[in-house]
Each structure stands twice: as structure tokens, then as C-alpha cells.
């Protein structure tokens, strides 16, 4: 070696200490905070948007610049999670369960504070596994192949048991719709177009970003048009107070952070295991461990902002592990990266271990810096941020709208990935009043067609033998466990007690959400039993699965006695589950009539259809203004003079960052292209 291990990290050290290449490291930090807060944009475009501009740098420079960017990214995440329940990105979609929670109950410092510390924490421990894990992670890194990807895939999703509370039957049949709207496109093994319905658009399948934007933004921002009040209901009390108090919380619970941030620095060495798998993992293993958990988790429990962000965080310095010692990128964002390293003839592989041992410690100090300085900026403006959930439900919903529409578009820059928002906003809306766990669905689609085709890869490689595999008994072993221990214990609670014996059938008008799911999971097992084997196993094992959860859990509905009768269908579904925790945030509109709830719902998705309208008509950057005029004017009457300037503001906003910057193409207009229009009208920026 030219240095030693001592030598090497101190060398590296002191270089990313000098005063410029620490400043590119806050300038990257800056940005991806900024980056992380825009729901939907995700590190992967920042990355690749500012790669051009290292190109002049040194690679130590680069290196800092652009790890700092990435990890920061994670930091900047759950600061929308937890303001207004919309993901910054896929990987804080645990957060808002409790952090929006909390935020609702006055206590946005405190979740922030929480998020911000356990990051630094996570962050930290992740560039330490790092630093000390790729020598001695290279032989299992070796080891790993399709059968072990399979099982890691299939323990993935046996956490949605837990995900679930006690409502299991309901998981399970979420999750097993998630697989099945995985595999939706072009079978890997056959070529065969499965539930396309003849559309170009569902060729490549779903993208993650709309969809989960679609099941986890959108109904809480439903939820704050009906209710039509701030999302904190009282006052934020003394927020300096309250971000102390999260601090004190993730330092007290510093065993769960160790324990979440090797779930999350563990799981990210493993390539195809994202941030999306990552973070609900981490969630469900605090949700068994911690004591009392059970009941509080989903209602406001701190320790579930510290679980998920610990786990978030943690995961950039393991998923540099096979990037750097293999050249294996374990997610799209680590290729840009990897990428990034080429080009400054940065090559990955064993002689980072050995020639170049000082600039894999560079990398090691860059995360560790980027998150202290990272949380360290958190901190310093929480004050601020948390101030927002008091503002108005019309000072709040436009413009986090209109970036919503912006991020549901980046999954594939195409107008289907509006109408998935559409579709999954409303579908995520209704769950949600009917008390369906939504996790459990995510994680089905993020791990479904990995699990298909790992499952084919590891047939055809290995035959029958790959189920003998020692990683692979012990996973199953422990997927089965997680799957089967809280059905049990359903039963034996008597939260699913039904049996012949007490034959008291009860219909009501909620049960048609049932009726609606039995269809779709029958015409697509339907559609599904005509294409070739290889196509069609997969599918219509787990639709199969998934109809049968679902008609069990109607009859076990439908005969189960309901404690306290109400004339009100959604009413009726909240006082009858009340005490069956499904792991979900609950909805505010309990208090409100029905038809009220309709009605602002009705008029909330009108909303969304007349932006997407109006976005075909005249393009995105002309909609955003009159979008943010007219929902301010027509919901309450706001003050023109600050109606005008709001709506200037996100204009301008969205035309700098999204059209010049990132130089997002827009869909073409009816009424011709505006984009070029303003380009002639506006100076080049």
C-alpha cells in the first residue's frame, strides 16, 4: 500500500478540510437539501444535472461535491414528509407516518429535530461501515447472487405482516396487489405484455415516483382541503423547546438508531434493495422491537421518525460498498455516481482498497462531513420550517401541488405518470378512509418484479438447488415467521374471529370497496390465465393469494359484530376497527358529515383534473400561476395583493429551477408550446 489505514484516512481528512474543497462540500450539501425537500426530484437528478459541472474540478473536489450533494438529499427528505405528509422521495415515505402525525399534534420541531439528529447519527455510522466493512465484507459480497437477491427480495416483503398492525388479512392483500401491479408491461421472461391495456405508456410499466406521490401525498392534502384548517390544529408552543427535546430523543434512543442504521447501511450493500424497501424495513423492525410500539406507532411515536431516518441515512455509506470494492452500483444514483468516478479516473475495484486507499477514505470523510454540516443546516432553520404547518390549508396546498404535478412527471416524463398520480391519489384517498394500509402496498411493488425475476435467474442457473443455499433457508425461514406470527396472534386477540359459530351477517355500504377489489384482482387473474407459463406463474400465484386474503377478510368483516352502530358508512368503519391499528395514518375527517367529505373531495380531485386540463391546453409554467390565483381566490377569498405575489413567486420558482436548470421537457400544448414563448420573452438565465 502507499499509505497506511491510518495515514490514508488522515491524509484524507486534511484534505477535504481545506477551504475550498470544504466549500464545494457545503455548496453540494445546500443543494441536495433543497433538492430533498422537492417532492418527487430525488438526488438521482440532482446528481446527473450537475455532473457536467465537475468536470474542471480535482477528483477529491468532485468527490466532496458530489457526495455531499447525495447525502444531504436523504437529510432535506423528511422535512415535507413530516410539514405536510408528502414524501421528499421514496425512501421518507416511513417518515410521515409518524412525523406528519406528529406535526398535526403542534410537535413539527420535535419530529424535525428527531429526523435531523437520527440522520446525522445514521449518517455518521453509515460512512463508518464503510470505512471499516469493505475488506471484510468482499467475500459475502462475492457470495451473493440471485437466490440469496430472491430471498432478501421475499423477507423484504414479509414485512408488510407488520406493516399491517392488526388488520394482517388486509396487508397482505395490499401487498399482493402491489406485486401484481409490478409486473404490469413486458414480462422479462416471455416478452408477453401483461394489463397494458394496449397502452405504449404501461409497456415499461408503473413508475415508482407517481405512484407513490399518488398513495401518500395526495390523500393527506385531500384530507387538509376537507377539513379546511392548518395542519397543526393548535400552536407550535416553544419550537426551540421541542427541537431540544428531539435531540434528547434521538440520543436516548441511541440503540435503536445503531439498530436501524445497520439495517440501512446493511440492506444498501445488497444491489437492488433501495431506499424505497430500506426505510419500511427498518420501520417494521421498530415497530416489533420497541416496547409498546404497537399502539403508538402510526399515531405520533418519535421513535418512528428515528427508525426510518436513522435507516435513510445510513444507507449512502452502504451502498458506496460494492459501488467502490466491485463496481457494482446497488441503485441507479450510485451508477450516475460511479459514473462521476470514471470520469475523474476514479476506477473501482480492488486498487481502491490498496493504490488508492486514500481516496476511498476521502469518500468515507465527505458522507461524514456532509451530514454533520447537512444536519447541522437542518437545525439551524427548523424554527422556520415548522412555522409552515401553521399556515392556512390555501397558503400551503397550491404550491405543493404544483411540485407535486413536477415530480409525478419526472418518473418518465410522460402524461401517463399524471393520470397514475390521479388514479393512485384517489385509490390512496379511499384506503385510507377505509382503514386499508397503504405500506404494505408500496412494498409489494418495489419488490415484485425483482422477486419474478430473480426467481426465473435462479431456476435457470442453479435449478432446484437454489432453495438449499444457507442465506436463502435462513431468510425464508425468518420471512415465514414475520408472515405468520401476527396472523396468529389476530386470532388469537379476536380481532379476526370469524367462524360458523357465530353466523351474524352484517352488509353495509363500505363493504363495496371489497367488492371493488375482488373484481380487479378477477379480471386480472382472468386476463392473466391466457398468456404462456413463464408469463403467467408468478401472477396468478400471488393474485390467487391476494383474492383469497381479501374475500377472507370481507366474511370476517361481514361477520364480525360491529360495537357501536352508525348510520354513518365512514364513521362506522373508524368506531368498528377503532382498536385494529392497520399502520396507517387515520384520517380527520371522522368529525365531519359524509357528504361533506364527498363534496370537498369531489371538489379537491376536480382540482387536479383542471390543472391537468389546463396543462394540456397551454403547458405546466403558464397553469402553475393560475392554478395558485384561482384555488387561493375561489377557496377563501385571500387577499389579492397576496394571492399575486404568492403566485409570482411559484412561477418564477418553477420556471428557473424546473425549465432553465434542470431543463425539463415539457408535453406539447394544444394551443402550441409556451416554454419556447417565454424563452424569447425572458432573458437566457
Known amino acids: 500500500m502507499d499509505f ?21 462540500l457545503i455548496g ?24 457536467p459541472f465537475t468536470y474542471s474540478m480535482d477528483s477529491y473536489t468532485a468527490i466532496a461535491f458530489l457526495l455531499g450533494l ?5 437529510t432535506g427528505d423528511p422535512i415535507p414528509a413530516i410539514l405536510f405528509g408528502v414524501p421528499g422521495g421514496v425512501g421518507s415515505a416511513a417518515t410521515v407516518q409518524d412525523g406528519f402525525a406528529m406535526a398535526k399534534k403542534g410537535l413539527a420541531g420535535r419530529a424535525l429535530a428527531a429526523s435531523y439528529v437520527s440522520s446525522l447519527m445514521g449518517g455518521v455510522f453509515g460512512a463508518c461501515l464503510l470505512a471499516v466493512a469493505i475488506p471484510v465484507l468482499r467475500p459475502f459480497m462475492l457470495f451473493i447472487g440471485s437466490p440469496e437477491l430472491l430471498a432478501f427480495g421475499v423477507f423484504g416483503l414479509s414485512m408488510v405482516a407488520m406493516l399491517s398492525g392488526k388488520t394482517p388479512l388486509r396487508g397482505l392483500a395490499a401487498a399482493g396487489i402491489g406485486v401484481m401491479f409490478s409486473m404490469i408491461g413486458s414480462s422479462p421472461q416471455t416478452g408477453t405484455m401483461r394489463w397494458t391495456l394496449d397502452s405504449l405508456y404501461l409497456w415499461e410499466g408503473i413508475p415508482l415516483v407517481p405512484l407513490t406521490l399518488g398513495l401518500f401525498a395526495l390523500p393527506e392534502l385531500c384530507d387538509l382541503a376537507i377539513t379546511r384548517n392548518a395542519i397543526a390544529s393548535g400552536s407550535l408552543g416553544n419550537v426551540g423547546s421541542g427541537m431540544l427535546a428531539g435531540a434528547r430523543d434521538s440520543i436516548k434512543n441511541w440503540w435503536l438508531v445503531l439498530r436501524c442504521s445497520w439495517i440501512g447501511a446493511g440492506f444498501a450493500t445488497v444491489p437492488g434493495i433501495g431506499a424505497a424497501i430500506i426505510d419500511w424495513i427498518a420501520y417494521a423492525h421498530a415497530l416489533r422491537t420497541e416496547r409498546g410500539a404497537r399502539e403508538t406507532f402510526g399515531t405520533g411515536d418519535v421513535r418512528g421518525v428515528i427508525a426510518a431516518e436513522s435507516a435513510n441515512n ?8 460494492p459501488t467502490i470494492a466491485f463496481g457494482v452500483p446497488s441503485s441507479s444514483g450510485m451508477a450516475v455516481l460511479m459514473g462521476a468516478f470514471l470520469v475523474h479516473g476514479i476506477v473501482p475495484g480492488p486498487d481502491m482498497l490498496t493504490k488508492h486507499l486514500d481516496i476511498t477514505y476521502a469518500m468515507v470523510w465527505s458522507v461524514a462531513l456532509a451530514n454533520i454540516v447537512g444536519a447541522g443546516l437542518c437545525f439551524l432553520f427548523s424554527a422556520q420550517f415548522a412555522k409552515l404547518a401553521t399556515l392556512r390549508y390555501t397558503l400551503i396546498l397550491p404550491g405543493i401541488l404544483s411540485i407535486i404535478y413536477i415530480g409525478a412527471y419526472e418518473g418518465s416524463r410522460n402524461w401517463g405518470d399524471l393520470y397514475v398520480l390521479l388514479l393512485f391519489g384517489v385509490v390512496g384517498w379511499v384506503m385510507k378512509q377505509m382503514r386499508w394500509p397503504r405500506p404494505p402496498l408500496i412494498l409489494g411493488f418495489v419488490l415484485g418484479a425483482s422477486i419474478e425475476s430473480n426467481l426465473f435467474i435462479s431456476l435457470r442457473v442453479y435449478g432446484a438447488d437454489w432453495i438449499y443455499r444457507p442465506v436463502v433457508i435462513l431468510l425464508f425461514a425468518l420471512a ?16 379476526m374471529r370469524f367462524g360458523l359459530r357465530d353466523l351474524k351477517p352484517q352488509v353495509k355500504s363500505t363493504d363495496i370497496f371489497y367488492v371493488a377489489v375482488i373484481c380487479l384482482l378477477g379480471a386480472m387473474i382472468f386476463e392473466a390465465s391466457s398468456w404462456p407459463f413463464d408469463a403467467k406463474i408468478v401472477p396468478l400465484i400471488v393474485g390467487v393469494a391476494a383474492l383469497f386474503f381479501v374475500v377472507i377478510s370481507l366474511l370476517n368483516r361481514v361477520f364480525l359484530d360491529a360495537k357501536v352502530p352508525s348510520n354513518d358508512p365512514l364513521k362506522a368503519v373508524q368506531e368498528e376497527q377503532g382498536d385494529q391499528i392497520h399502520m396507517d395514518l387515520g384520517s380527520d375527517t371522522g368529525d365531519l358529515p359524509l357528504r361533506t367529505v364527498l363534496l370537498r373531495a369531489a371538489v379537491f380531485f376536480i ?14 409554467i403558464p397553469t402553475v400561476p393560475l392554478f ?8 377563501q377569498r385571500e387577499r389579492l395583493y397576496l394571492t399575486a405575489i404568492y403566485a409570482a413567486s411559484i412561477a418564477i420558482f418553477v420556471y428557473v429551477v424546473f425549465d432553465r436548470l434542470l431543463s425539463i421537457p415539457w408535453p406539447p400544448t394544444v394551443l402550441g408550446t409556451w416554454v419556447p414563448v417565454l424563452h424569447t420573452m425572458i432573458p437566457s438565465m
Open 4 to 24: 497506511t489505514i491510518i495515514g490514508a484516512a488522515g491524509h484524507a481528512f486534511t484534505t477535504m478540510l481545506e477551504p475550498m474543497r470544504f466549500l464545494f
Open 314 to 321: 445510513a444507507r449512502e455509506g452502504g451502498a458506496l460498498v
Open 70 to 74: 447525495g447525502a444531504a438529499t436523504a
Open 28 to 51: 453540494g450539501v445546500i443543494l441536495g437539501i433543497i433538492i430533498g425537500i422537492l417532492p418527487g426530484i430525488g438526488g438521482l437528478a440532482g446528481t446527473a444535472l450537475l455532473l
Open 607 to 620: 382540482w387536479i383534473v383542471g390543472f391537468m386540463i389546463s396543462m394540456a391546453l397551454i403547458g405546466l
Open 480 to 495: 415465514l415467521i414475520s408472515l405468520l406470527r401476527p396472523v396468529i396472534a389476530g386470532y388469537r386477540s379476536g380481532s
Open 628 to 635: 395558485v390565483v384561482g384555488y387561493m381566490w375561489l377557496e
